[in-house]
């Protein structure tokens, strides 16, 4: 507690109070002590005196002003009818302090914090349904234009998009545009879960090569695995608001329409290629026009990729395989070369070229640490091989302590699959050889080595 006056006292020195001072001391102190034992009613005066009176002294008077007048609501609406009046005017209130936080705190230590602002406001709106979709709307997209950067929160984000669709199933909003919009917030949403990628690499290496963890690393590193999971689920539910309308049903004719006003605009071309093959509709014709003419507008690591998929489809398969590495090659930022390796080693998968599949995806890893999917798809390329290594059944069996070893490790670098990598481990973990098959073969604690494009070999757990 003295260090926070302390530090009330210094930001009142800088900004110039006088004899106000110790009464808006006085009054932070003790709403900051209610606030914090959640005696919300006891903490509402002193903070509407501190908000009045020097609303620039501490952030808190919003980040904690917000929950209040949240929590106010809440218990208001449950009293029905009766409770209406009052919670009326905490959401009137909880608008109008929004705007007295972009005035007073645009900034935030150091960094600016506009978007963020400006979005939980819009967030407020569509939680306690405080305006027309339209309204809400164009508030996010205020927010959105206005400080992209520190609109990054995902269920504002997410609802951003999602108000959106309302208004395009209203009829107000063309195809076109939901696409439109579409692919500019999920790429956003990758810029932000890229990032938090890009911080959990650093720990992870440093945990890889054998030196300990911070307590700030280690709370950083839970921080930044709840944040990515929760912009990963977010995303996921983004695409599949857009899946009934994104078919190449919808996508072929409507690129097709667009194409001639967009066939020098790399930023569409690209966008129309990615959506056509991640719907897997890169069959058709149009596709090849994109690629084409996205690569010989702008040769890029997408363009490039674009290009080894179309000879795969060709069976050109060393033409494919060096558009592929120069798609790699082409890329700059890691955690996009790991993403396109991925897909390589993905494609090699689903031809059975097991070998090529596990290089790829350990190349990904060495891009990004934290792709728990290249794990992933590295414990599957195992066990459906078991059937095909080792000499023995109980040898073929062992094959799936492998399997699961490369699952434990996706659960342990990204927290975004982890429940998913734990349960495939433990379904490998049941079809490796029991306690009595070890007891029965009696070879606890050999090596088992597996001559097939493995080329690994596993120890038999000991009694």
Request: with cysteine; aromatic share 12%; glycine share 4%.
């Given at each position: 507690m003295k260090k926070f006056l302390i530090l009330i006292a210094f930001l009142f020195s800088i900004a110039g109070y006088s004899q106000s001072a110790d009464d808006c001391l006085s009054n932070l102190s003790i709403f900051a002590e209610y606030y914090k034992v959640k005696n919300y009613d006891s903490a509402y005066e002193p903070w509407i005196q501190v908000r009045n009176t020097c609303p620039k002294i501490n952030v808190a008077i919003y980040t904690y002003g917000k929950r209040m007048l949240e929590t106010f609501i809440k218990e208001s609406l449950k009293k029905g009818d009766e409770g209406q009046a009052d919670a009326k005017k905490y959401q009137e209130d909880l608008l109008k302090l929004y705007d007295e936080w972009l005035i007073n705190f645009p900034e935030y230590r150091g960094r600016k914090i506009v978007g963020e602002i400006i979005s939980n406001k819009a967030q407020a709106m569509v939680d306690f349904k405080l305006a027309s979709n339209q309204e809400i709307y164009n508030v996010f997209n205020t927010a959105y234009k206005q400080d992209r950067e520190s609109f990054d929160d995902p269920k504002p984000l997410y609802?951003?998009?999602?108000?959106?669709?309302?208004?395009?199933?209203?009829?107000?909003v063309t195809m076109e545009d939901i696409f439109e919009k579409y692919e500019e917030i999920s790429e956003?949403?990758?810029?932000?879960?890229?990032?938090?990628?890009?911080?959990?690499?650093?720990?992870?290496?440093?945990?890889?090569?054998?030196?300990?963890?911070?307590?700030r690393e280690k709370s950083n590193k839970r921080a930044f695995g709840i944040n990515s999971t929760a912009s990963s689920t977010y995303l996921k539910n983004l695409n599949?608001?857009?899946?009934?309308?994104?078919?190449?049903?919808?996508?072929?004719?409507?690129?097709?329409?667009?194409?001639?006003?967009?066939?020098?605009?790399?930023?569409?071309?690209?966008?129309?290629?990615?959506?056509?093959?991640?719907?897997?509709?890169?069959?058709?014709?149009?596709?090849?026009?994109?690629?084409?003419?996205?690569?010989?507008?702008?040769?890029?690591?997408?363009?490039?990729?674009y290009l080894g998929l179309l000879n795969d489809k060709k069976g050109n398969n060393q033409e494919a395989l060096n558009f592929y590495n120069e798609s790699i090659e082409l890329e700059t930022d890691n955690i996009k070369k790991a993403r396109i390796s991925y897909k390589i080693a993905t494609k090699f998968k689903?031809?059975?070229?097991?070998?090529?599949?596990?290089?790829?995806?350990?190349?990904?890893?060495?891009?990004?640490?934290?792709?728990?999917?290249?794990?992933?798809?590295?414990?599957?390329?195992?066990?459906?091989?078991?059937?095909?290594?080792?000499?023995?059944?109980?040898?073929?069996?062992?094959?799936?302590?492998?399997a699961a070893k490369e699952a434990r490790k996706a659960a342990s670098v990204d927290p975004t699959?982890?429940?998913?990598?734990?349960?495939?481990?433990?379904?490998?973990?049941?079809?490796?050889?029991?306690?009595?098959?070890?007891?029965?073969?009696?070879?606890?604690?050999t090596v088992i080595s597996f001559k097939c494009w493995i080329g690994s070999s596993v120890t038999v757990p000991s009694l």
């Open positions: 609802n951003y998009f999602k108000v959106y669709f309302q208004l395009y199933k209203e009829g107000s956003r949403f990758e810029e932000v879960i890229d990032g938090y990628s890009k911080q959990l690499d650093k720990i992870i290496k440093k945990e890889e090569s054998g030196e300990a963890l911070s307590s599949a608001i857009i899946a009934k309308e994104s078919t190449c049903e919808n996508l072929i004719p409507l690129y097709r329409k667009n194409l001639e006003e967009n066939k020098t605009n790399p930023v569409w071309l690209n966008r129309a290629a990615s959506r056509m093959d991640s719907k897997e509709c890169s069959d058709d014709p149009l596709f090849v026009e994109l690629v084409e003419l996205l690569h010989n507008l702008n040769p890029s690591a997408n363009s490039a990729y689903n031809t059975k070229q097991f070998s090529k599949s596990r290089s790829y995806a350990k190349a990904a890893l060495e891009y990004q640490p934290s792709m728990g999917r290249a794990y992933l798809l590295i414990s599957n390329l195992y066990a459906s091989s078991a059937n095909n290594c080792g000499t023995t059944q109980f040898e073929k069996r062992a094959v799936y302590w492998l699959i982890r429940r998913t990598a734990v349960k495939t481990a433990e379904s490998y973990e049941g079809r490796a050889p029991t306690k009595t098959d070890i007891f029965t073969e009696g070879n606890a604690g």
